[in-house]
């Protein structure tokens, strides 16, 4: 039997995060609905221990028991929007890594958010910064992991450049001197 993560309703979870780590945990049994049913009660506490306590005895099935947990607990502040998505821009010395992780991480709250995985490699691009974006304008992008990868070579060979840039600069001496001389 697995040891559940409890779900309070009060911490910064949202229900659909809980119930995907229930699955999770679930493992192999998660194929079974009867079983997801009943063993739902071990991954509540607090109030929502209490909230399933009173439901009918007769639950139905998953999918109703998922659709009444959402309904009863979901929290719309935790939720964001297509405009959250878009304003998620890489800043000034990020690298993309950081960026294509900040840009999932917000796509991952976006729950109701049905959009195309070509459009988020879009919309991913579109947000990398310009002297990223302007060498790789001549590709076509289908996922965010396409996106990623060039713009990891990008990013990698701009480091690059300006290492060598920089070793092969000649050493100037500079003298100061004020108007009197």
């Known amino acids: 039997m697995p040891h559940f993560i409890k779900f309070n309703g009060d911490d910064n979870k949202s229900t659909f995060e809980h119930i995907s780590q229930y699955l999770a945990q679930l493992g192999e ?5 009867e079983l997801k049913v009943r ?3 071990l991954s509540l506490t607090g109030t929502t221990f209490s909230w399933f306590s009173s439901l009918a005895p007769n639950l139905g099935s998953w999918e109703q028991l998922e659709q009444k947990f959402n309904d009863h607990f979901f929290c719309k502040n935790y939720e964001l929007k297509l405009s959250h998505l878009t304003s ?3 800043i000034r010395d990020e690298s993309v890594n950081d960026y294509i992780r900040r840009f999932c991480d917000t796509k ?3 729950f109701s958010l049905n959009i195309a995985e070509k459009d988020l490699a879009d919309l991913a691009f579109s947000n990398l910064r310009s002297h990223i974006k302007e060498r790789l304008e001549a590709y076509d992008f ?3 992991t396409q ?3 060039r713009a990891l ?3 990698s060979r701009s480091k690059e450049s300006q290492k060598s840039h920089k070793h092969h600069r000649p050493n100037m001496h500079t ?3 004020n108007s009197d001389c």
Request: aromatic share 8%; proline share 0%.
């Open 29 to 33: 049994v998660g194929s079974i609905s």
């Open 39 to 41: 063993l739902f009660s």
């Open 88 to 90: 998620v821009k890489q």
């Open 108 to 110: 991952k709250r976006c």
């Open 142 to 144: 289908f996922t965010i």
């Open 147 to 149: 996106v990623h990868q």
């Open 153 to 155: 070579d990008v990013e």
């Open 175 to 177: 003298l100061e001197c």
